[in-house]
């Protein structure tokens, strides 16, 4: 039996033969698949954070009290940036579904600022509790306080860079469908951090300065 061996340039006998199959090498939906993995890694790392919370939040060793550290109002007006910073990204992402640039980038900007000024609050609140000598060290409680707001903390840190990157591709590039995929991801990624929020000013704020 006799083989036939097709050099590059060559021509096949029978052309009609010959299929060409063309795969996408991005598989459709593959990213917005695997952040949401990562997302549920996340959920894990916070489920157990809040789990040593939840075992230690009452050990004071001696020392104050969420009711006597937390101040509800500050943390209030905290929530209320974060919150807001959610609803002005959904405009963000409205406005980007109607192909402008100039209006997604400003509402970008506006999330990115409404982030910091939580950032700002959060690390003021921090200050003012060392100043207090009630910092991370002085007890389990502070301890694991500490650790889960700062984590939460580290991952809107991690979202405004993220935020100013990615708007400095779109005023770069457009709203093309890969800076459309990354808008995506942010927008889950930021409202997760909303959620997770939400059950920290609950679980930890809130049922803190219970006696």
């Known amino acids: 039996m006799s083989e036939t061996i097709l050099h ?6 029978a052309p009609e033969d010959v299929q060409f199959y063309v795969t996408e090498h991005h ?16 959920c894990l790392i916070f489920a157990c954070l809040f789990a ?5 939040g009452r050990s004071y060793a001696g020392g104050p009290t969420g009711a006597e550290l937390f101040d509800l109002p500050l ?19 409205l406005e980007s579904q109607k192909k402008r640039v100039r209006s ?20 003021y609140e921090f200050s003012h509790l060392i100043h207090q000598g009630a910092g991370p060290q002085r007890s389990a409680f502070l301890t694991a306080f500490f650790t889960l707001v700062g ?26 469908v890969e800076n459309g995929r990354r808008l995506m ?14 059950g920290v000013f609950t679980f930890v704020y809130l049922m803190g300065v219970l006696p």
Do not use: K
Not at 52 to 56: C, G, I
Not at 151 to 176: A, D, Y
Not at 188 to 195: P, R
């Open 8 to 13: 590059p340039g060559a021509q096949s006998a």
């Open 27 to 42: 598989p459709e939906n593959g990213t917005l698949l695997g952040f949401w993995l990562y997302l549920m890694s996340d």
């Open 52 to 56: 040593v919370y939840a075992v230690l």
């Open 75 to 93: 943390v209030a007006v905290n929530t209320a940036l974060l919150l807001l910073s959610s609803i002005t990204y959904g405009f963000a992402m």
């Open 104 to 123: 997604t980038l400003i509402w970008l900007g506006v999330t990115g600022l409404l982030g910091l000024g939580f950032l700002s609050l959060e690390l």
């Open 151 to 176: 984590t939460h903390g580290l991952h809107v840190t991690f979202g405004i860079i993220w935020l100013v990157t990615l708007m400095f591709q779109v005023g770069r590039h457009g709203l093309n």
């Open 185 to 198: 991801c942010l927008s889950m990624f930021w409202h997760f951090l909303d959620v997770i929020w939400i």
